[in-house]
């Protein structure tokens, strides 16, 4: 958990269970991207100094980036968070939400079929909105200096690690968003070097894990408006596939309204009127 301006911010960061005397954490960067972009959006709205509203019961937490929705617990904020198609429906340990947006369809029809949770019809990973909170990062991209970035689910990294072109997912935040807006191709099997690649207009190919469920790839595309999305069974496979891209016309997110998203901010969190009642949605 990480506080964000007096709101805790949920990020999943275990230690690793290899190593009993070291336990360093996992470090996956998709997994950290969460605190990032919430931060950049309440900067975005000038509240990053405001005091959280302390009306708010002790433990409410904001679920955002990362298929972590059975970390969730009763009267927790949801803005972008996807199910976990690993996970069973009994480990879910909620029954009610506040929930603003979700990955996409399919989490929400999960929520809604399996657990009666009211949701609304707003999808969208919010780490599509970093180049939108950074511009930064797209002046990062004007300067190409790798022709490939290879990033694979970080429980597919030694697959990979021998590649010229890996990028390992355990790397900083910074490291890894940097290496995939200076990118001329990504290659991978780590959602959000998709979802970054993809927000950044870097020509991208997934290719399918063979350690991970498939539910939430296609939560994210379907969330972002396609239902026939191509990935790929091997690294050669989707290698051939992004090579052929023509970037001057790559644009998949066109389906996609940033905006719905955006607007779904539960920004309220960071209100505080006279008496500690919160604004009105």
């Not at 996609?256 to 209100?271: E, I, S």
């Amino acid at each position: 958990m990480v506080k964000v301006a007096g709101v805790e911010s949920f990020q999943w960061n275990p230690r690793r269970k290899r190593l009993p005397y070291l336990r360093p954490r996992h470090n996956n960067f998709g997994d950290l991207l969460g605190p990032v972009v919430v931060r950049e959006m309440i900067t975005r709205l000038g509240r990053l100094d405001s005091a959280a509203n302390p009306a708010r019961s002790p433990g409410h937490k904001l679920m955002t980036v990362g298929s972590v929705m059975h970390f969730a617990q009763d009267g927790d904020t949801v803005w972008g968070t996807g199910v976990n198609g690993k996970v069973r429906p009994d480990e879910h340990l909620f029954g009610r939400l506040d929930v603003r947006a979700v990955r996409g369809p399919r989490t929400r029809a999960w929520l809604e079929n399996a657990l009666g949770i009211d949701v609304p019809a707003v999808y969208g990973d919010p780490a599509l909105l970093l180049p939108r909170l950074i511009p930064s990062l797209g002046e990062a991209g004007v300067q190409k200096r790798r022709s490939l970035s290879v990033i694979p689910n970080m429980n597919e990294a030694s697959k990979y690690k021998s590649h010229p072109d890996f990028v390992s997912p355990r790397r900083s935040v910074r490291e890894v968003v940097s290496a995939i807006a200076s990118s001329d191709r990504v290659v991978g099997s780590s959602l959000h070097a998709i979802v970054l690649a993809e927000a950044m207009g870097v020509p991208c190919a997934l290719v399918r894990s063979s350690v991970e469920s498939p539910f939430k790839y296609a939560d994210y595309f379907e969330g972002t408006g396609r239902f026939d999305a191509e990935t790929f069974d091997s690294f050669d496979s989707a290698l051939a596939h992004v090579e052929k891209v023509d970037v001057d016309s790559y644009a998949p997110l066109q389906a996609w309204d940033a905006q719905p998203l955006m607007a779904a901010f539960p920004a309220d969190l960071w209100t505080k009127q006279a008496g500690g009642e919160s604004d009105a949605r």
